[in-house]
């Protein structure tokens, strides 16, 4: 990884058009970022990116944390972003996410979607990790997949109303907030109601239906 550590300052914008480039500093440049082709971003600051809207805008674009981050950048989607690196390295997004495109997510670590006024209409697959649903709006208006060893944490006070569609072998379901689409346990899921974030028992509610098939699995944590 071509890592730079220093700080980017000014108007302009940093652009990623291919190979691998990370970025740690605390950098204030105002312009955006744009990462388009097949180009591969690694943030390992809070403030790596600026100020600015991040684009991804390709046919194979990568952001993968290379840290625990927080980002507060706008983001728009216009290709499928994903992050095939990052290891454990949590991800969260706190800006308005838009596009027509979607967020892919691939490592063990967490990806944190927190604003209410997402409106991506891609989704959000899930192959490994677990997404925290922050917001009522958080993944925006497409299809939340969970895959194999993927988990979807339904943070207090917020409501799921994305289509969710269950593909794994072990898929858990968590948190203390409320999923309003109808829902089929079967045995690759494990329902694990509890507070979050915190731990502690939970209240997860299912607003339009819980159907619980033979060998499906309850954890309250305790």
């Known amino acids: 990884v071509a890592d730079f550590q220093g700080v980017i300052t000014g108007s302009g914008a940093f652009?990623?058009?291919g190979g691998v480039q990370g970025l740690s500093?605390?950098?204030?440049?105002?312009?955006?970022?744009?990462v388009s082709g097949i180009g591969e971003l690694f943030v390992g600051s809070?403030?790596?990116?600026?100020?600015?809207?991040?684009?991804?805008n390709g046919t194979n674009t990568e952001m993968s944390p290379d840290a625990n981050v927080t980002l507060a950048n706008n983001i728009l989607l216009d290709s499928v972003v994903r992050n095939d690196n990052g290891g454990l390295n949590n991800l969260t997004l706190n800006g308005q996410i838009?596009?027509?495109?979607?967020?892919?997510?691939?490592?063990?670590?967490?990806?944190?979607?927190?604003?209410?006024g997402n409106n991506f209409s891609g989704g959000v697959d899930m192959r490994e990790g677990t997404l925290y649903f922050g917001a009522n709006n958080?993944?925006?208006?497409?299809?939340?997949?969970?895959?194999?060893?993927?988990?979807?944490?339904?943070?207090?006070?917020?409501?799921v109303n994305n289509?969710?569609?269950?593909?794994?072998?072990?898929?858990?379901?968590?948190?203390?907030?409320?999923?309003?689409?109808?829902?089929?346990a079967n045995s690759s899921v494990i329902l694990a109601p509890s507070a979050s974030p915190g731990g502690g028992p939970g209240n997860l509610a299912f607003s339009n239906g819980l159907t619980v098939t033979n060998g499906a699995t309850i954890n309250f944590n305790i």
């Open 15 to 17: 652009a990623v058009t």
């Open 25 to 34: 500093g605390n950098n204030n440049y105002s312009g955006g970022t744009l």
């Open 46 to 56: 809070d403030t790596a990116l600026g100020t600015g809207v991040l684009t991804f």
């Open 98 to 116: 838009s596009g027509p495109a979607g967020i892919t997510w691939f490592t063990p670590g967490a990806l944190t979607l927190t604003n209410n």
């Open 138 to 159: 958080a993944a925006g208006t497409g299809t939340i997949t969970l895959r194999s060893v993927s988990a979807l944490n339904v943070v207090n006070g917020t409501t």
């Open 163 to 184: 289509p969710l569609n269950i593909t794994g072998t072990t898929v858990t379901l968590a948190g203390n907030g409320t999923v309003a689409t109808p829902v089929t």
